[in-house]
Protein backbone atom coordinates (compact mmCIF):
# COMPACT_ATOMS: atom_id res chain seq x y z
CA UNK A 1 0.00 0.00 0.00
CA UNK A 2 1.44 3.49 -0.83
CA UNK A 3 1.51 5.18 2.34
CA UNK A 4 1.14 9.08 1.96
CA UNK A 5 2.13 11.85 5.14
CA UNK A 6 0.13 15.09 5.47
CA UNK A 7 1.42 17.85 6.92
CA UNK A 8 -1.50 19.81 7.87
CA UNK A 9 -3.11 21.47 11.19
CA UNK A 10 -6.99 22.51 9.39
CA UNK A 11 -8.93 19.63 10.48
CA UNK A 12 -11.15 20.45 7.10
CA UNK A 13 -8.75 20.10 5.15
CA UNK A 14 -7.21 16.88 6.79
CA UNK A 15 -10.72 15.43 6.31
CA UNK A 16 -11.55 15.96 2.69
CA UNK A 17 -7.61 14.51 1.92
CA UNK A 18 -8.18 11.59 4.49
CA UNK A 19 -11.54 10.62 2.84
CA UNK A 20 -10.55 11.48 -1.23
CA UNK A 21 -6.94 9.10 -0.51
CA UNK A 22 -8.31 6.53 1.58
CA UNK A 23 -11.31 6.12 -0.89
CA UNK A 24 -8.63 5.24 -3.39
CA UNK A 25 -6.52 2.68 -1.61
CA UNK A 26 -4.19 5.09 -0.18
CA UNK A 27 -2.61 4.95 3.40
CA UNK A 28 -2.71 8.82 4.83
CA UNK A 29 -0.82 9.36 8.00
CA UNK A 30 -1.81 13.08 9.28
CA UNK A 31 0.96 15.63 11.07
CA UNK A 32 -0.64 19.20 12.89
CA UNK A 33 2.63 20.83 13.13
CA UNK A 34 6.27 19.92 11.48
CA UNK A 35 8.03 18.96 14.67
CA UNK A 36 5.08 16.78 14.43
CA UNK A 37 5.78 15.58 10.72
CA UNK A 38 9.38 15.62 10.78
CA UNK A 39 9.44 12.81 13.79
CA UNK A 40 6.64 11.05 11.43
CA UNK A 41 9.37 10.58 8.76
CA UNK A 42 10.90 8.16 11.07
CA UNK A 43 8.70 5.92 9.12
CA UNK A 44 8.95 5.01 5.30
CA UNK A 45 6.43 8.14 2.74
CA UNK A 46 5.70 7.65 -0.77
CA UNK A 47 4.92 10.98 -0.99
CA UNK A 48 4.39 13.78 1.43
CA UNK A 49 1.55 16.61 1.30
CA UNK A 50 2.86 19.79 3.11
CA UNK A 51 0.69 22.95 4.33
CA UNK A 52 2.56 25.93 4.17
CA UNK A 53 0.68 27.72 7.10
CA UNK A 54 1.69 25.71 9.57
CA UNK A 55 1.63 26.51 13.40
CA UNK A 56 4.97 26.01 14.46
CA UNK A 57 7.22 26.73 11.50
CA UNK A 58 6.46 27.08 8.01
CA UNK A 59 6.58 24.56 5.25
CA UNK A 60 9.14 26.16 3.77
CA UNK A 61 11.03 25.76 6.66
CA UNK A 62 9.85 22.12 7.10
CA UNK A 63 10.70 21.10 3.71
CA UNK A 64 14.22 22.18 4.29
CA UNK A 65 15.06 19.84 7.13
CA UNK A 66 13.00 17.47 5.16
CA UNK A 67 15.69 17.68 2.12
CA UNK A 68 18.50 17.47 4.73
CA UNK A 69 17.55 13.47 5.04
CA UNK A 70 14.87 12.78 2.85
CA UNK A 71 14.33 12.75 -1.01
CA UNK A 72 10.55 12.00 -0.25
CA UNK A 73 8.50 14.03 -2.98
CA UNK A 74 6.66 16.96 -1.84
CA UNK A 75 3.63 18.88 -2.47
CA UNK A 76 3.16 22.01 -1.50
CA UNK A 77 -0.46 23.37 -0.18
CA UNK A 78 -0.68 27.02 -0.84
CA UNK A 79 -3.77 29.37 0.40
CA UNK A 80 -2.32 32.55 -0.83
CA UNK A 81 -0.79 33.53 -4.02
CA UNK A 82 2.31 35.63 -2.30
CA UNK A 83 2.93 31.44 -1.06
CA UNK A 84 2.88 30.38 -4.87
CA UNK A 85 5.63 33.37 -5.58
CA UNK A 86 7.31 31.88 -3.06
CA UNK A 87 6.92 28.47 -4.42
CA UNK A 88 8.15 29.01 -7.66
CA UNK A 89 10.67 31.57 -6.81
CA UNK A 90 12.49 28.93 -4.50
CA UNK A 91 14.28 25.73 -5.69
CA UNK A 92 14.44 24.35 -2.39
CA UNK A 93 12.92 20.76 -3.81
CA UNK A 94 9.07 21.09 -3.67
CA UNK A 95 8.03 18.49 -6.61
CA UNK A 96 4.79 20.06 -7.21
CA UNK A 97 1.87 22.64 -5.19
CA UNK A 98 -1.69 22.97 -5.52
CA UNK A 99 -3.67 26.37 -4.55
CA UNK A 100 -6.05 25.66 -1.62
CA UNK A 101 -9.42 24.92 -2.18
CA UNK A 102 -8.43 22.21 -4.30
CA UNK A 103 -10.89 19.43 -5.63
CA UNK A 104 -9.90 15.77 -4.36
CA UNK A 105 -9.59 14.89 -7.97
CA UNK A 106 -7.09 17.50 -8.38
CA UNK A 107 -4.94 16.79 -5.88
CA UNK A 108 -5.16 12.82 -7.15
CA UNK A 109 -4.25 13.70 -10.16
CA UNK A 110 -1.03 15.24 -8.83
CA UNK A 111 -0.60 13.08 -6.69
CA UNK A 112 -0.59 10.30 -9.04
CA UNK A 113 1.15 12.24 -11.60
CA UNK A 114 4.06 12.26 -9.11
CA UNK A 115 3.86 9.20 -8.15
CA UNK A 116 4.07 7.79 -11.86
CA UNK A 117 7.20 9.45 -12.22
CA UNK A 118 8.87 8.72 -8.92
CA UNK A 119 8.03 4.61 -8.28
CA UNK A 120 7.79 3.26 -11.78
CA UNK A 121 10.74 2.41 -13.36
CA UNK A 122 10.26 3.08 -17.24
CA UNK A 123 9.99 -0.66 -18.00
CA UNK A 124 7.82 -2.44 -15.67
CA UNK A 125 7.40 -6.51 -15.33
CA UNK A 126 4.84 -7.71 -13.07
CA UNK A 127 7.58 -10.10 -11.38
CA UNK A 128 10.23 -12.01 -12.84
CA UNK A 129 8.43 -15.02 -14.09
CA UNK A 130 5.91 -12.66 -15.16
CA UNK A 131 5.22 -13.22 -19.33
CA UNK A 132 4.12 -9.55 -19.50
CA UNK A 133 6.51 -7.14 -20.04
CA UNK A 134 5.66 -3.62 -20.44
CA UNK A 135 8.10 -0.22 -21.92
CA UNK A 136 5.94 3.16 -20.77
CA UNK A 137 8.76 4.79 -22.55
CA UNK A 138 7.94 2.82 -26.11
CA UNK A 139 4.23 2.22 -24.90
CA UNK A 140 4.57 -1.22 -25.50
CA UNK A 141 3.32 -4.54 -24.16
CA UNK A 142 5.26 -7.76 -24.68
CA UNK A 143 4.00 -11.16 -24.44
CA UNK A 144 6.85 -13.66 -23.99
CA UNK A 145 9.34 -11.08 -25.94
CA UNK A 146 6.30 -10.62 -28.20
CA UNK A 147 5.31 -7.02 -29.16
CA UNK A 148 1.15 -6.98 -28.90
CA UNK A 149 -0.71 -5.56 -31.72
CA UNK A 150 -2.70 -2.93 -29.10
CA UNK A 151 -4.87 0.27 -29.87
CA UNK A 152 -3.83 3.63 -28.03
CA UNK A 153 -6.70 2.69 -25.42
CA UNK A 154 -5.69 -0.76 -25.61
CA UNK A 155 -2.31 -0.06 -24.58
CA UNK A 156 -3.40 2.89 -22.28
CA UNK A 157 -6.20 0.53 -19.99
CA UNK A 158 -3.30 -2.06 -19.68
CA UNK A 159 -0.50 0.58 -18.91
CA UNK A 160 -3.44 1.57 -16.08
CA UNK A 161 -3.48 -2.02 -14.91
CA UNK A 162 0.18 -2.25 -14.51
CA UNK A 163 0.52 0.61 -12.57
CA UNK A 164 -2.18 -0.46 -9.97
CA UNK A 165 -1.15 -4.02 -9.69
CA UNK A 166 -4.33 -6.00 -8.19
CA UNK A 167 -6.69 -3.50 -8.23
CA UNK A 168 -10.14 -3.59 -9.51
CA UNK A 169 -11.22 -0.36 -11.62
CA UNK A 170 -14.32 0.13 -12.60
CA UNK A 171 -15.35 1.09 -15.90
CA UNK A 172 -16.43 4.68 -15.30
CA UNK A 173 -12.81 5.04 -13.92
CA UNK A 174 -11.22 3.15 -16.59
CA UNK A 175 -12.50 5.25 -19.22
CA UNK A 176 -11.71 9.08 -17.05
CA UNK A 177 -8.06 7.94 -16.98
CA UNK A 178 -7.90 6.31 -20.42
CA UNK A 179 -10.09 7.86 -22.96
CA UNK A 180 -9.63 11.35 -24.04
CA UNK A 181 -13.01 11.98 -25.03
CA UNK A 182 -15.14 10.18 -22.86
CA UNK A 183 -18.35 8.16 -25.07
CA UNK A 184 -21.79 7.94 -23.46
CA UNK A 185 -22.03 4.11 -23.25
CA UNK A 186 -18.81 3.75 -21.08
CA UNK A 187 -19.77 0.46 -20.28
CA UNK A 188 -19.78 -0.90 -23.65
CA UNK A 189 -16.71 0.77 -24.77
CA UNK A 190 -14.69 -0.38 -21.72
CA UNK A 191 -15.99 -3.57 -22.25
CA UNK A 192 -14.93 -3.22 -26.14
CA UNK A 193 -11.72 -2.46 -25.27
CA UNK A 194 -11.56 -5.19 -22.53
CA UNK A 195 -12.19 -7.86 -24.64
CA UNK A 196 -10.20 -7.08 -27.42
CA UNK A 197 -7.08 -6.69 -25.30
CA UNK A 198 -8.27 -10.49 -24.20
CA UNK A 199 -7.93 -11.09 -27.91
CA UNK A 200 -4.42 -9.76 -28.68
CA UNK A 201 -3.21 -12.45 -25.58
CA UNK A 202 -4.88 -15.11 -27.29
CA UNK A 203 -3.24 -14.80 -30.92
CA UNK A 204 -0.29 -15.70 -28.50
CA UNK A 205 -1.78 -18.24 -26.44
CA UNK A 206 -5.23 -19.39 -26.33
CA UNK A 207 -5.21 -20.37 -22.72
CA UNK A 208 -3.75 -17.00 -21.67
CA UNK A 209 -5.82 -14.17 -20.20
CA UNK A 210 -4.16 -11.66 -17.73
CA UNK A 211 -7.28 -9.80 -16.83
CA UNK A 212 -9.59 -10.31 -13.51
CA UNK A 213 -13.29 -9.69 -14.31
CA UNK A 214 -14.94 -8.86 -11.08
CA UNK A 215 -18.29 -9.20 -11.14
CA UNK A 216 -20.47 -5.72 -10.61
CA UNK A 217 -17.06 -4.08 -10.05
CA UNK A 218 -14.78 -3.97 -12.65
CA UNK A 219 -11.42 -5.01 -14.27
CA UNK A 220 -7.84 -5.41 -13.14
CA UNK A 221 -4.69 -7.44 -13.57
CA UNK A 222 -4.87 -10.65 -12.26
CA UNK A 223 -2.24 -10.92 -9.37
CA UNK A 224 -0.43 -13.53 -10.62
CA UNK A 225 0.51 -13.59 -14.45
CA1 LIG B 1 -2.49 25.78 7.82
Not at 81 to 87: A, M, P, T, Y
Not at 137 to 158: A, C, D, Q, R, W
Request: no cysteine; glycine share 6%.
Amino acid sequence: MIKILLIEDEPGIQETIQIALEAEGFSLSIAQTGIQGLQMLAEDFSLILLDIGLPDQSGFDVLKLIRKRFATPVIFLTARNSEIDKVLGLEIGADDYIVKPFSPRELLARIRAILRRTQNPLEIEQNSNSKIRISLEKKLIYFNGKTLNLSPYEYKTMELFFKWPGRIFTREEIMDNVWTEPEDSFDRAVDTVIKNIRARFKEFDSNFDPIETRRGQGYGLKETI
